[in-house]
T-cell receptor, first 115, second 115 residues
Framework: SAVISQKPSRDICQRGTSLTIQCQVDSQVTMMFWYRQQPGQSLTLIATANQGSEATYESGFVIDKFPISRPNLTFSTLTVSNMSPEDSSIYLC????????????FGPGTRLTVL | QKEVEQNSGPLSVPEGAIASLNCTYSDRVSQSFFWYRQYSGKSPELIMSIYSNGDKEDGRFTAQLNKASQYVSLLIRDSQPSDSATYLCAVNSPRGGSTLGRLYFGRGTQLTVWP
């Protein structure tokens, strides 16, 4: 499976600021996803990062709050904008191939704390 | 709303016992089913995938799928303390006219294997 890295691994941010999280894969992948995992909770899909077009957001998530870029088949960024303490969470990117049945593989995650 | 339900646990078993983890899902057209293991502070790691009815074995792990009952399970034989983790059930369901589905995750079952 692909090797996935995320930067930063963790950060502590002030309310009202923005943080951009990077996801890098060591091989080209078709699908990239961004998830949020709040303490003690399961994973919530934020959006699907589409290469060359706008991301597809899930209900409850909007582009103004979580802008996403996907400039090529190995890289994506997620920005958490105008942060509040409620945004404190682990943010995970995942990748998958082309088949609908193919599993997703996760990066190590970014632990975000907003003060 | 497509749902994936798991026993919330926690499930506690002695070393050497069989741990049984269960999952039900609501979308009848789901095609692909996955089990992820997540250690505390780590990202989810794929341990099993299953696509057709019946059993699939991989080492000490056996996944069982029954599409008629919309039920998938994971058995861990000869459980070890290193198996202590949260186990997430994930179901891939197509959406809209696209064959590229998304994963729906359960809340996870916390397993503790005591020596």
């Amino acid at each position: 499976s692909a090797v996935i890295s995320q930067k930063p691994s963790r950060d502590i941010c002030q309310r009202g600021t923005s943080l951009t999280i990077q996801c890098q894969v060591d091989s080209q992948v078709t699908m990239m996803f961004w998830y949020r995992q709040q303490p003690g909770q399961s994973l919530t899909l934020i959006a699907t990062a589409n290469q060359g077009s706008e991301a597809t957001y899930e209900s409850g998530f909007v582009i103004d709050k979580f802008p996403i870029s996907r400039p090529n088949l190995t890289f994506s960024t997620l920005t958490v904008s105008n942060m509040s303490p409620e945004d404190s969470s682990i943010y995970l990117c995942s990748v998958a191939g082309t088949a609908a049945s193919e599993a997703q593989f996760f990066g190590p995650g970014t632990r975000l704390t907003v003060l | 709303q497509k749902e994936v339900e798991q026993n919330s646990g926690p499930l506690s078993v002695p070393e050497g016992a069989i741990a049984s983890l269960n999952c039900t899902y609501s979308d009848r057209v789901s095609q692909s089913f996955f089990w992820y293991r997540q250690y505390s502070g780590k990202s989810p790691e794929l341990i099993m995938s299953i696509y057709s009815n019946g059993d699939k074995e991989d080492g000490r792990f056996t996944a069982q799928l029954n599409k008629a009952s919309q039920y998938v399970s994971l058995l861990i034989r000869d459980s070890q303390p290193s198996d202590s983790a949260t186990y997430l059930c994930a179901v891939n369901s197509p959406r809209g006219g696209s064959t590229l589905g998304r994963l729906y995750f359960g809340r996870g079952t916390q397993l503790t294997v005591w020596p």
